[in-house]
């Protein structure tokens, strides 16, 4: 279940799939995904799907996790990264070694606990967490050299773009059910530049605590 060739299987998956970051790719085969969902769900943990989590959250599939991390990492030259949906962690467990601060929020108070605990188990600790509305951000720490979001907003969230630092990167669905684009925005000098990586399907960003 949790073998290296399980974990082995998942990576060479992900590669067929286009992802080229050997550092993603090598964090994929590292963290171990079981630990994050139900173990009733465990036997599952290590295939290519999405999973519940309860809260009606689920764990995202592997190959969007790796496909968001390669597209806020790509050029990345900053330090700080601010994670909207922190959920069960395993994003934020993904990118941790891969940059120097996450700041992390959740609206889902019972949630960040189990991951707070989660993440402290597997020696993570660049992490700073805040329960909260990810509409809103987390000004306190900005501005942040890439943002993530891990929930489909109807329309990219104006307050993450005014953290978002020069030259920085957010990504995050965009759109209604069923008709999510994963969106890449750069801020430029004086503009914001936005492309679409393609269809996926989300839980909605949700307003309020």
Known sequence: MTSARTRDRLVQRLKDQGIRSRDVLEQVRKVPRHLFVDEALSS???????????HGQTISQPYIVARMTEALLADFTG???????????YQTAIL?????????VERIRELLQKTRQRLRDL???NVQFRPGDGW???PKYGPYDGIIVAAAAAVV???LLEQLAPGGRLVVPVGPPGRQDLTVVTRKDDHFEQVSLGAVSFVPLVAGR
């Open 157 to 159: 969230p104006e307050k």
């Open 96 to 104: 941790a070694p891969l940059v120097k601060r996450i700041y992390s």
């Open 44 to 54: 599952r943990a290590y295939e290519d799907t999405a999973l519940p989590i309860g």
């Open 123 to 125: 020696d993570i600790y």
């Open 79 to 89: 330090e700080s990264v601010l994670e909207i949906g922190t959920g069960c962690g």
């Open 136 to 138: 809103e951000g987390w």
